[in-house]
């Protein structure tokens, strides 16, 4: 009787205990990965909501670039680490490409998709100084000669966006791949390249400058950082597309610390300074919380999983 109140009493302990844990966390330093180079969207978009995240949560905020293999690097990092919510995945699209492609062992289910930070929609970006100064130019020119396409992965986010480009116009195209966003814009600035496909948040900077012409949007509706800039399907094709990113966790960490990192990143996004990083950048104010989050990628992955095929990856 007496080995049975002991037993009971130790487990009341344990199950108290690790209670108590969770309704504390955070109370050491989470790290944050990023399958990212430094500078990209992902990585502005991090750090920018770290800054008020920092000042919220209270622990230490680490964030970690680890670039390479289109997340092949950074999703076995964080999978080797305990799932206790003290590592974060800063996740994409790419999720889904590299999931599909096989170049991770792991499935959809090994991973809690936590929280959408925003959804930036692609562009179609040339040089300014090219004779390509509208997308009928662009249809025109690709229907006469293969066109020299930028894009970072093949089978990744651009390459599926420029196949659904290609087949609805009939233009024939050349992949050129480049190892980030950064070297995809400098082979356009310097005529390696015809014509790529970016996020405005990327490439603002240069259009601003005057060395980049955007002639068009594959977004819902005109962008307002671009407001002259039409989207493809007032041109009469129903093309949308763009990068979603949030955070992730490992499958098995425990609901309610998911809970907590969920308002954590709630509360970081609705401050000013990440809003104005949003309207800066030409993204409207587009978050998605757990459930919602994880309905919207289950709709992605069908939508990416028929365009890698398409693309013969």
């Known amino acids: 009787m007496k080995k049975i109140l002991v037993l009971s ?9 690790g209670a108590v844990s969770y309704a504390e966390y955070p109370e050491k330093e989470i ?13 502005t978009t991090a750090r920018t909501v770290g800054i008020p995240l920092r000042k919220s949560m209270g ?27 003290y590592t974060w995945l800063f996740i994409t699209n790419t999720l889904i490409t590299t999931t599909e492609r096989g170049l991770v062992d792991y499935t959809y289910e090994d991973w809690e998709p936590v929280f959408m930070l925003n959804h930036d ?3 179609i970006a040339v040089n300014a100084d090219s004779d ?17 396409w930028g894009l970072t992965h093949l089978g990744g986010n651009d390459h599926i966006a420029i196949n659904a480009v290609a087949k609805a116009t009939g233009v024939e195209y050349d992949p050129i791949v480049f190892e980030s ?14 014509v790529f496909i970016s996020n405005p948040s990327e490439i603002m900077g240069q259009v601003d400058a005057g060395k980049l012409r955007v002639i068009g949007s594959l977004s819902e509706k005109r962008l307002s950082i671009l407001p002259d800039t039409p989207t493809l399907k007032e041109l009469g094709h129903d093309i949308q597309f763009g990068t979603w990113r949030g955070v992730a966790v490992k499958a098995g960490t425990d609901p309610e610390v998911i809970e907590k ?11 000013d300074i990440y809003r104005d990083f949003l309207e800066d950048n030409g993204m409207d104010y587009n978050v998605k919380k757990q459930e919602e989050f994880k309905d919207f990628i289950d709709k992605q ?9 398409d693309v013969g990856v």
Request: avoid cysteine; hydrophobic fraction near 45%.
């Open 9 to 17: 009493i130790l487990m009341v302990l344990v199950f108290t205990l």
């Open 301 to 309: 992955w069908d939508i990416f999983a028929e365009g890698l095929e």
């Open 31 to 43: 790290e944050w990965v990023l399958w990212s180079s430094p500078g990209g969207g992902s990585d």
């Open 121 to 123: 929609p692609q562009t």
């Open 181 to 194: 966003g950064a070297e995809v814009m400098v082979g356009a600035l310097s005529g390696v390249i015809d």
């Open 261 to 271: 990192i969920e308002s954590m990143l709630a509360e970081a996004a609705d401050t």
């Open 132 to 148: 390509i100064e509208t997308f009928e130019d662009l249809v025109e020119l690709g229907n006469e000669r293969t066109l020299k």
């Open 59 to 85: 622990v230490p905020l680490v964030i970690k670039n680890m670039p390479g293999g289109s997340g092949a690097r950074a999703m076995p990092y964080v999978q080797k680490q305990d799932a206790d919510g």
